[in-house]
Nanobody, 126 residues
């Protein structure tokens, strides 16, 4: 019912910037609420990166990326973006966008998101 396709990953030097995009397509009867980015580094569990509330007025960030990353979306919820600045080698991971089809206040738990993209690789060299 929902398809997510990420793009924008790549190789960048430490201190550089990247913008990730997630194209969202859905059935007209499906509602999308919170939208988020997660990442999985080699040998680690998937972790929360950033989320934007269903109304678009609230954004949430992991401590490790706050003030360096910015999440945004369009009003129609057809595009979700993650602008990343001052990238560090520890940001190296596969990044996934995710959407929640239930309206709720929690945003940081991967189990709450119903649909996921295939992921895009971000590699930061030192």
């Amino acid at each position: 019912q929902v398809q997510l396709v990420e793009s924008g990953g790549g190789l960048v030097q430490a201190g550089g910037s990247l913008r990730l995009s997630c194209a969202v397509s859905k059935h007209r009867t499906t509602s999308i609420y919170n939208m988020a980015w997660f990442r999985r580094a080699p040998g680690k569990d998937r972790e929360f990166v950033a989320a934007i509330s269903w109304g678009g007025s609230m954004t949430y960030y992991a401590d490790s990326v706050e003030y360096r990353f910015m999440i945004s979306r369009d009003d129609a919820k057809t595009t979700l973006e993650l602008q990343m600045h001052n990238l560090k080698p520890e940001d190296t991971a596969v990044y996934y966008c995710a959407v929640d089809t239930i309206r709720r206040t929690e945003v940081r738990y991967p189990t709450q998101y119903d649909y996921w993209g295939q992921g895009t690789q971000v590699t930061v060299s030192s």
